[in-house]
């Protein structure tokens, strides 16, 4: 499928460079850790004593670490970039792109939204247990740890891509692919 | 200031995904299913850009790395947990925020999952750590830590062989 806003090689060198020039001024790219810090800002404000509590959150318990840090503007600048880009280019993107059902999810496991959305709120789940156990994600994990020849990274990528490809083909496996 | 830096960072990071289609059901499937590798392409031509330049930085020593840590118990199992859920929702974490920009509903609801992931984590956390976090920790370890010799090196054949693999090798295939 060739179609695109913009083609995987620009898409790919634009990203590598974002990734140099984020190191070259803070750090590689990361995203799953924020996701902790915007738990422990709501912990910190909703149960205080559970917060400090809880041995994980106690490292995120340091003001200077749970409020909005350079990583949580990271990613909400994230949603803004993706949000603007998105209104700007909607004509320009793919009809098969756009939506909250995609046409293969339809297809294999029918028209249900209800389906979809719990099916995509326990995928969360198992993203951000997962990530935060393996200690990043695509992004911190993949494309900046793998960037910088980590150990960790490679295997976090080895068995991800593994794990997620056998899951693919086991959903669609009817499809004979 | 480093906060309008990482604001900035994120605004082009997510402009990047959206319009290299990575917040899209499609790409990530059709990869996962090893049918349509834009998605590998385009994650191998960062990582080539990516490696080239932080280890050409590190020549300057004007790289900050931040190599994680290998506890290899955690990083295998968390890394096939998270895969579960990625092919199950279609979406990754950075993925998940952009496509919720986009007005994606599924996207929405992967992210407030992946919220919810995030706190059972916290309280699985200490049953967790003794038994998967802390034994086989082999501490923050890459190629050029192992392999002893500069950075750079190992960086030119590793950029040149993503770069190949994915502008040469990895091709798409159709029903």
């Known amino acids: 499928m060739k179609d695109g806003i913009i083609s995987w090689k620009v898409a790919g060198v634009a990203l590598g460079l974002l990734l140099i020039v984020a190191t070259y001024l803070v750090k590689p790219l990361g995203v799953s850790t924020q996701f902790v810090v915007s738990d422990a800002a709501i912990a910190h404000k909703v149960n205080p004593e559970f917060a400090e509590n809880n041995a994980y959150l106690k490292k995120y318990g340091e003001k200077e670490d749970w409020g909005v840090g350079y990583g949580w503007m990271l990613v909400f600048g994230m949603l803004v970039g993706g949000g603007i880009t998105a209104r700007i280019f909607a004509s320009k993107q793919p009809e098969a792109d756009k939506g909250s ?24 789940v198992l993203l951000l247990f997962g990530a935060r156990l393996a200690g990043g994600c695509t992004s911190g994990h993949m494309i900046s740890g793998i960037s910088q020849m980590a150990i960790s990274s490679f295997i976090f990528g080895a068995v991800t891509f593994a794990v997620a490809i056998m899951t693919a083909k086991f959903l669609y496996r009817n499809r004979g692919i | 200031m480093t906060l309008v830096i990482g604001f900035l960072i994120g605004c082009v990071f997510g ?19 090893l049918k349509d590798m834009w998605i590998m392409k385009l994650m191998m031509t960062a990582m080539g850009v990516g490696t080239l330049g932080i280890y050409l930085l590190d020549l300057g020593n004007l790289a900050n790395l931040s190599i994680k840590p290998a506890y290899i118990w955690g990083v295998a199992i968390g890394g096939a947990i998270f895969g579960i859920g990625w092919a199950l929702s279609g979406y990754c974490p950075g993925t998940c925020v952009v496509g919720s920009s986009e007005g994606k509903t599924d996207a929405i609801f992967t ?19 003794a038994t998967v976090l802390a034994p086989a920790n082999l501490g923050s370890i890459s190629l050029v830590s192992v392999l002893g010799i500069k950075g750079i090196w190992i960086a030119i054949p590793f950029s040149a062989l993503l770069l190949f693999l994915a502008f040469f090798v990895l091709k798409d295939r159709y029903e």
């Open chain 1, 101 to 124: 059902m995609p046409a293969l999810w339809k297809e294999q496991f029918g028209p249900s939204r209800l389906k979809r959305n719990l099916a995509c709120f326990g995928g969360g």
């Open chain 2, 15 to 33: 402009a990047i995904l959206f319009l290299g289609g990575a917040s899209s059901y499609r790409r990530i499937i059709g990869t996962l299913l």
């Open chain 2, 111 to 129: 992210l407030v999952g992946a919220l919810v992931g995030a706190f059972i984590f916290f309280l699985a956390y200490p049953a967790l750590e």
